[in-house]
């Protein structure tokens, strides 16, 4: 599942990882739970770069609805990481983003983790989900170009 994932996805967007020291677990690794906030972060980057970095997300948000992870290696404090995004499908009010944790050697990059999340557009002082803006769909497929549109 590893290679599958490494080979099928094509990923335009890296963001790079600074692990810190409270990262770590009494493992001596990157404990599980961070790995999220890793993906949050390359996740915002990816949306500021690829949307737009001064949208305003009091006007239009995202919640996340579905998170789902897979685990192939370890992360140590001394490991060059990034989180490569891509943005795979598009519905009316949902976005599906597939992320990859890389650790980069001098060879290649060594899978560390995948992830699937599905978000939904939100409107956070109504409480009530939007649809995604049109302009967002021409941009992410003017990006991806393999964009799938629900």
Known sequence: MKQDFTQKIKYKHCTPIQIR??????????????????????????FKEVIDPGFDWDKFGLVIVNMTIDFYEPVF????????TKVSKV????????????????????????CKTV????????????????????????YEKNIVIK
């Open 21 to 46: 020291f409270e990262d770590i677990d009494i493992a001596g690794h990157v404990n599980n739970a961070v790995y999220f906030s890793y993906l949050n972060y390359a996740r915002m980057v990816y």
């Open 77 to 84: 404090i001394n490991d060059d990481v990034e989180v490569c």
């Open 91 to 114: 519905g009316n009010k949902s976005i599906e983003m597939i992320q990859g944790i890389f650790k980069k050697s001098s060879e290649d990059k060594i899978p560390v983790a995948k």
């Open 119 to 142: 978000l939904v557009g939100y409107n956070y002082s109504k409480k009530e989900s939007l649809e995604i803006p049109s302009e967002w769909k021409d941009m992410l497929v003017e």
